[in-house]
């Protein structure tokens, strides 16, 4: 079992950045590639981003590339997504998820999630 805990929403004016955590609890998190994913109000929740278990791969929804980067520090059983030049259409809670089944993008491909952080941007 996994337990996901994201931290360090919050509002920032456009053009602004945030950090993103999600420490994991559990001995597997290395097994695991995790994920990002966010959620607007009245919308479905969509991929952000995804990382391997050894981060030596990523991938990016086409609305975030180039601005968001996400990255994993497996000693420390943390992953994080650094979130540059936001934009009012980012706003949304912002998920972090494990996939045992590898770099994966849609939501019931991941096993595990976290509660959600609010990350806000205002015009």
């Known amino acids: 079992q996994v337990q996901l805990v994201e931290s360090g929403g919050g509002l920032v004016q456009a053009g602004g950045s945030l950090r993103l955590s999600c420490a994991a609890s559990g001995r597997t998190f290395r097994s695991y590639a995790m994920g990002w994913f966010r959620q607007a109000p009245g919308k479905e929740r969509e991929f952000v981003a995804v990382?391997?278990?050894?981060?030596?791969?990523?991938y990016y929804a086409d609305s975030v590339k180039g601005r968001f980067t996400i990255s994993r520090d497996n000693a420390n059983n943390t992953v994080y997504l650094q979130m540059n030049s936001l934009k009012p259409e980012d706003t949304a809670v912002y998920y972090c998820?494990?996939?045992?089944?590898?770099?994966?993008?849609?939501?019931?491909?991941?096993?595990?999630w976290g509660q959600g952080t609010q990350v806000t941007v205002s015009s």
């Open positions: 998820a494990a996939a045992s089944l590898g770099v994966v993008t849609t939501t019931r491909e991941y096993d595990y």
């Open positions: 990382i391997s278990w050894s981060g030596g791969s990523t």
